[in-house]
Nanobody, 121 residues
Framework: QVQLVESGGGLVQAGGSLRLSCAASGSTVSINTMGWYRQAPGKQRDLIARITESGSTNYADSVKGRFTISRGNPKSAVDLQMNNLKPEDTGVYYC???????????????WGQGTQVTVSA
């Protein structure tokens, strides 16, 4: 089992910045990819950013150039720096951790409890 604990989030005005952090503990050998998902009210949970153990990243088109995902210290942690926030970035942000090989998830997907980000106009 892997436990994910998130921190950060809150209320910010449009154009502002926030930083989210997520720390994994437990059986971290069972994960090699970490990421952040966002769920807006009444919508599905969507991938925002992901980083592999080798440092490769991918982002949703809506956040490219504004958000940066990085491995924390230790490497079983991940940060999401969010700049130039927009009201449409509002939602609950969930940390995710998985083991992925050749594009296929192996084993369980792990989720944090979620942290609220609200961007006011």
């Amino acid at each position: 089992q892997v436990q994910l604990v998130e921190s950060g989030g809150g209320l910010v005005q449009a154009g502002g910045s926030l930083r989210l952090s997520c720390a994994a503990s437990g059986s971290t050998v069972s994960i090699n990819t970490m990421g952040w998902y966002r769920q807006a009210p009444g919508k599905q949970r969507d991938l925002i950013a992901r980083i592999t153990e080798s440092g490769s990243t991918n982002y949703a088109d809506s956040v490219k150039g504004r958000f940066t995902i990085s491995r924390g210290n230790p490497k079983s942690a991940v940060d999401l720096q969010m700049n130039n926030l927009k009201p449409e970035d509002t939602g609950v942000y969930y940390c995710n951790a998985e083991k992925i090989r050749y594009g296929i998830r192996i084993g369980s997907a792990y989720w944090g409890q979620g942290t609220q980000v609200t961007v006011s106009a």
